[in-house]
């Protein structure tokens, strides 16, 4: 049922020599009083496993080339409260581990693992209290060395042999993700169709989150950014509770969370319909930029290539719409440009919304290939300044697709949302 988990376990073992690797999930978070937080599995954890109860850890085995899985055990009183478990012996069964145990024997059997092993794994510095545990494992093992038993000698940070698998994504993980960015994609045209001048932020946030939940997306994949008028030149504005006022842009930053895999799409538009002439000065340009770079990304572009043509795009456009003077060359160069557009082109994209991987490997630049899901997102956010022309002041405005790499350039699989001036009227209209 998860040969694709089983066989994710079995490329990570393959680049283990004879160590092992102790991977935990994430812990359950309080909220308040004995009311916790929506619980959501680490997501090196998931990819690894499939697994999504909390209170777990994976090791790998890399001289058996076993994987073991430490769980809850079943227990059919907590279960009447809290839901069902596997317990260690139904996990092993349906995620296809070769072992598994209950967690409270995990302190047990993990010094007698790591026992002759040459090497240890494990997220090196992430968490302090799992670094200590790792530690009195070590401990444990080294106390025999008169036994003739060593203890691992070198010391490995797992997570980066994880994130580059997790960098180039699979035929199942590219289903979820369109299906994802499908679901999102609905989720802006309903808050499209539904915005007007009066209604308040959180009223437009709630068509978003009917939709998510309506198709199977229980949660966002991050909280939604909702902001009218001045509050889109925040970039990471989440009080969702002002009044949408006519003659304001409204930017709406939202994805759904589908098993796991994140949407992220970004779309402005005008409260009542209708762009104004200084509007649609700005949005031209962040348009521009942002077809640009999304057509800049193919197989064997350095990552870098479509945020340097989104940028100078952007640029011209500021010299255009004279909120900078002088030359496009010359305001890159000092930065200038940084007024009005802070933030990079776009992040990976996967389990998380801003997903691992990185953007260089072995000190050279990361080149797109098939497989790669990335965004791109241009945006000018114009708060009121001298210099300045008032007629820009407070327009914030950002573009956000979901780009997925293929062999013979690129998809955008968040498309069904209108983004063309004439589309989006035309969609308000009705």
Not at 129 to 148: H, I, K, T
Not at 184 to 201: D, F, I, K, N, W
Not at 380 to 403: C, M, Q, S, W
């Amino acid at each position: 049922m998860f040969q694709t988990h089983t066989d994710r376990r079995s490329r990570l073992l393959a680049l283990m020599g004879n160590g092992i690797a102790v991977l935990p999930t994430a812990p359950e978070v309080t909220r308040n009083a004995d009311s916790h937080y929506p619980y959501r599995a680490d997501s090196h954890f998931v990819y690894l496993t499939g697994f999504a109860e909390p209170e777990a850890v994976l090791v790998l085995d890399a001289d058996q080339g076993k994987s073991i899985l430490f769980c809850r055990e079943k227990n059919l009183d907590r279960e009447i409260w809290d839901g069902f478990r596997h317990g260690p012996e139904g996990a092993r069964e349906v995620f296809g581990f070769d072992a598994a145990y209950p967690i409270a024997e995990l302190d047990q059997r993990l010094p007698e693992l790591l026992a002759n092993r040459d090497d240890v794994f494990w997220a090196v510095g992430r968490n302090a209290a799992f670094d200590a545990r790792v530690g009195g494992w070590l401990e444990q093992v080294r106390a025999r060395e008169r036994q003739a038993i060593a203890a691992p000698v070198r010391y490995h940070d797992l997570l980066p042999l994880i994130d580059g698998m997790r960098l180039i994504k699979d035929v199942g993980e590219i289903d979820i993700l369109r299906r994802a960015g499908q679901i999102s994609a609905e989720a802006h045209v309903r808050a499209m169709q539904a915005t007007r001048p009066g209604l308040y932020e959180y009223q437009v946030e709630a068509e978003i989150l009917h939709t998510f939940v309506h198709h199977g997306a229980r949660y966002p994949a991050y909280e939604s950014i909702v902001a009218g008028g001045a509050n889109a030149c925040t970039l990471h504005y989440v009080g969702n509770n002002a009044r949408l006022n006519d003659g304001e842009l409204l930017l709406i930053d939202a994805g759904c969370e589908l098993n796991g895999y994140a949407g992220d799409i970004t779309r402005t538009f005008p409260v009542n319909g209708k762009f104004s002439g200084p509007q649609r000065a700005v949005y031209e340009v962040v348009l521009a930029a942002e077809l640009a770079a999304i057509d800049a990304v193919a197989p064997g572009v350095a990552w870098n290539v479509p945020s340097d043509t989104a940028l100078h795009i952007l640029a011209q456009g500021m010299l255009d719409l004279k909120l900078l003077t002088g030359s496009v060359d010359g305001i890159i160069e000092s930065g200038a440009y940084k007024q009005f557009y802070m933030h990079g082109i776009g992040h990976w994209i996967g389990l998380d919304v801003h997903d691992v991987g990185g953007r260089y490997r072995d000190g050279e630049i990361i080149r797109f290939a098939p497989g790669m899901c990335t965004t791109v997102e241009p945006g000018l956010y114009i708060r009121p300044a001298d210099k300045v022309p008032t007629e820009f002041h407070n327009i914030g405005i950002r573009i956000e697709d979901d780009v997925l790499v293929t062999r013979e350039g690129r998809e955008v699989y968040t498309a069904d949302v209108p983004k063309r001036i004439d589309e989006i009227e035309a969609l308000m209209a009705r």
